[in-house]
């Protein structure tokens, strides 16, 4: 598979994975399966903050799905050195701060799945769930957990 | 296993699975786990809506978590073609969209609980999470995805 | 490793797992990954209720998760007989019931993280999601749930 290849071509650059807490990690992998920690709408130093239907519109929090996304690929790339060596993205979990009434969560979600369908190509479709939560942590407008199958 | 047979037996019949949208699809097999996307209380064009504890009554919304869970087992038959490859139900997680001070969540996923133990027998006994949420997509009053274990 | 025995230095007894349910346990096994039901911050009859940042401080919800993580171990020490035979912590979700405003659900989860990693040192560090829900069966504060990969 020639992901690294494809997030090139989308003009992506990988952000560096956050320094790992003494706690907890970006990722862990267990036999061929990798379980990415939930990760925020961040860049740099900026995170999308609000609640979907009030502070932040549906546009902006597709785009904040987007991120989380982008987020998932480094924290797997940190983990396994090169996005070739995934062979499959099994499952994402998708939570989206969301104002009373709000329910385009499912909207909010592609955001990710497109851009992993960019990247992986067939191979990037996956199974999903898509929930509201009434926050998150920091304020963030979205947070998005994966399971990939790896080499 | 005559997981068929029981169905059969419950008088359920399967629905056809909703056909995969470009970016993500019912069910992913990775080794012997399969992935199940969160399924909605939908029946044909319905489909359960409202919140538990002001719209939807408890009775209802156990209702609406077995529909979720004649969904899971729709999507299962899509990938496997027959339930009876169907080793052993792994895990429920189950996400009911809850007024304030709603908190008989596990009640509720118990309406998904008792068919899949009533189509699997003991193999159909599962680890489960069952949370509140404020909303879910589409309006739904009820969200359950499933991991599976198969031959 | 002697998870057992560092168990033991930090002077925590586990509680007898809940008699499981006639439809669902508090874990199960496939292959090497163990699938832990999400546990509330029950201890004995007592459980700990109402919503951080409300009724609950932060640092009452951080020993809610402490404890929800000691009902974690009870249930995979049920199912493996020895916290010995647990070679990974693979991940945690939380699920924090949270008042409106209140955005700490990552360090609500350290309560759970740091005995984790206590008990199971490097081994213990794992992939995590944490987010807010607007409540929880019966009123409780905080439910996590767990994957362990085992001998």
Do not use: W
């Amino acid at each position: 598979m020639d992901a690294e290849a494809r997030l090139a071509g989308l003009g992506i650059a990988l952000p560096e994975t956050a320094a790992p807490t003494a706690m907890y990690v970006p990722a862990v992998r267990s036999g061929n399966l990798l379980f990415i920690s939930g990760q925020l709408p961040s860049e740099g130093d900026a995170l999308l903050t609000g609640l979907c239907g009030a502070e932040r519109s549906l546009d902006e929090a597709v785009q904040g799905a987007r991120r989380c996304a982008v987020n998932l690929l480094a924290a797997a790339k940190g983990q396994l050195g090169s996005l070739d060596r995934v062979r499959r993205v099994v499952k994402l979990q998708a939570f989206v701060a969301s104002a009373p009434g709000f329910t385009s969560q499912h909207l909010v979600a592609n955001g990710a799945s497109e851009l992993l369908c960019a990247v992986f190509g067939e191979s990037g479709r996956h199974a999903r769930t898509a929930v509201a939560v009434p926050c998150l942590p920091l304020n963030a407008t979205v947070e998005i957990e994966a399971i990939l199958e790896v080499e």
